[in-house]
């Protein structure tokens, strides 16, 4: 079982563009901005660290912004 509030670990996205759009995003955790995810046909992993304060609030908020076609996550894992 996983707390919600308080949890430490780390976050996993699975980004695939498994029909080659040339999908690029601007990737955001906790309102933080990470950078552009870009050239991800072959399927790529991101993790995320995630400690107790950014937790707190019972809340992980992952953002992709697209900036050309639309994001595909395929997978997310949570992980203490």
Not at 25 to 52: C, H, N, Q, S
Request: glycine share 8%; no cysteine.
């Amino acid at each position: 079982m996983i707390r919600a509030k308080g949890f430490v670990g780390r976050l996993y996205a699975h980004f695939h563009d498994w029909n080659r759009l040339g999908r690029l995003d601007e990737i955001t955790f906790k309102g933080r901005e990470l950078g552009e995810l870009a050239e991800y046909e072959e399927g790529v992993w991101l993790a995320f660290p995630v400690t107790a304060q950014d937790s707190a609030d019972g809340k992980l908020t992952l953002a992709a912004r697209p900036t050309v076609n639309n994001s595909m996550i395929t997978q997310i894992a949570l992980v203490p």
